[in-house]
Nanobody, 115 residues
Framework: QVQLVESGGGLVQPGGSLRLSCTAS????????LGWYRQAPGKQRESVAI???????NYADSVKGQFTISRDNAENRVYLQMNSLKPEDTAVYYC?????????WGKGTLVTVSL
């Protein structure tokens, strides 16, 4: 059974940083690309960052230079380092994996950027 569990969200002031983690189980982690998505209140879920099996990365234009995705295949984890956070980064952040055509999601972790 594939499971994804996100952690690391919370309340942070504008300009602050957070590091999100997503731990995967039930898959051969190193064989799959992983992604971080977010859904802000009243908006559709959007892709934030993707990392391939080889470590190549792709980012939404809105977070380029601000967020960094990385993976640790030994720990079955994918990370999202978020710097210079802005109120518009407030959202529930989800990690995602596509396992041979079936997409799995975690339950998400809430990031709130506010004074």
């Amino acid at each position: 059974q594939v499971q994804l569990v996100e952690s690391g969200g919370g309340l942070v002031q504008p300009g602050g940083s957070l590091r999100l983690s997503c731990t995967a189980s039930g898959i051969i982690f190193s064989r799959h690309a992983l992604g971080w998505y977010r859904q802000a209140p009243g908006k559709q879920r959007e892709s934030v960052a993707i990392i391939t099996t080889g470590g190549s990365t792709n980012y939404a234009d809105s977070v380029k230079g601000q967020f960094t995705i990385s993976r640790d295949n030994a720990e079955n984890r994918v990370y999202l380092q978020m710097n210079s956070l802005k109120p518009e980064d407030t959202a529930v952040y989800y990690c995602n994996v596509n396992v041979y055509g079936t997409v799995y999601w975690g339950k998400g972790t809430l990031v709130t950027v506010s004074l």
